[in-house]
């Protein structure tokens, strides 16, 4: 048979497992998995397995925790390529301000709603079907598929993926591997991110004398040499460097969706001086970006202080090291005269990574290309957020893309949700990719 015919089978296959689907998503979004104390993280692992389990696909799970199991399931160990399915079935807690039950899984109106719906148990809930698709029809795939549903994504991913890289990695080591975190971007369609920023977490602490407040210069103010640092930093961008996907390349793609001029749409997104969602997005995206988080210090009105702190969260770009956010606040710091004052101390780190060249990157071109037939408009862009993305690229699965079903700004919010359609058409946009990644035998 030809590749063009597997292809049509698979699809019409899909329709037929739509039930199937549903339920999936439903049972996954019904197990609460937030809760470190309790077996919904391994139970939402194993609920996925069961579904392959049963058309005898071979799955195995990877303990990290007493709660936490990562499934990794292979279907046809052959020689050829390998393409690794990743996704998360842990879920932030559910919050307030639901109109429905969080763990109900309520269907109205062709959405279904609950926490974990779109991020993601709706994407790898879509992974899962589009294996068992696969492999409920036996395409003779000239390669590799490999399923991991892990948790502790949301808590860094140290148990999770972090967990299966190190105990497992010549499970899941694959040429290149699809997370399936929710990727819609509303009526710009749908997103390929081929990478993301890096969050830096800094401290800063000034360091003063006591004094009484009654006579201040008898001291040494904390507080007004953070407040002489903080405003100096903002006289300034971060230091910056050339993005992944430039703003032109995203105003160009997103002109290509609306069927208008890209200067034209630049001059209406960036109208005025007030930002918008989606100029502020656009910003977000293509530089380096700083916010000032929290500031502390001081005891009392009536006393000079001694200490002050601040955070500061920094976000750069794939390239960038954490080490040049603290040159960029130390050299402020000695503009300022302060420098023997202050301490800068690096919290918590990542390094942003993205695929290199990805206009030619054989996954990333071919999520692309399965995802405009099949979705509509579709865009190349970067995750705003942190995903496990970045572990397995800097593991050493450089090809790492970022493509799932729902939109990503329904993502923690009350009331989440996705589409079926969505969760229909994605699972399409996984088959077909991975028909055409590994490639078919005659
Ligand atoms: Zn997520």
Redesign the pocket.
Known sequence: MKVIDWEQKVINHIDELQDELVRLCQDMIRIPSWDRETRGEAEAAHCVGKTLEKRGIDTEYVSSHPNIDNLIATWKANNGKHILFNG?VDVVPPGEDWTVDPFGAEIRDGLIYGRGAV??KGGVACQAMAMSALHDLEVPLKGTLILNAVGD?ERQGKLGTMWCIDKAWKKIKANAALIA?PSGIGRFGYAVNIGEKGPVWLKITTKGEKAHGSIPSAGKNAVTMMIKLLESLQTENPPTIPPPITREAIIAQFAASLNTEPKLLESFIFQGDEPNPLSAGIVGLTTTTMNIGTITGGVAANVVPDRCEAQLDFRILPGQKPQEMVDFIRRHAEQQGIEGDCNIEIVESFEGNSVPNYTQNPLATTVFNASTEITGPTVYFLVPFA?DGRLLRRAGIESTVVYGPGNMAS?HTSDEKIAIEDLIKVTKVFALTTIRYLGVKN
């Open positions: 998360h991020d993601m994504e975190e995903t993502a």
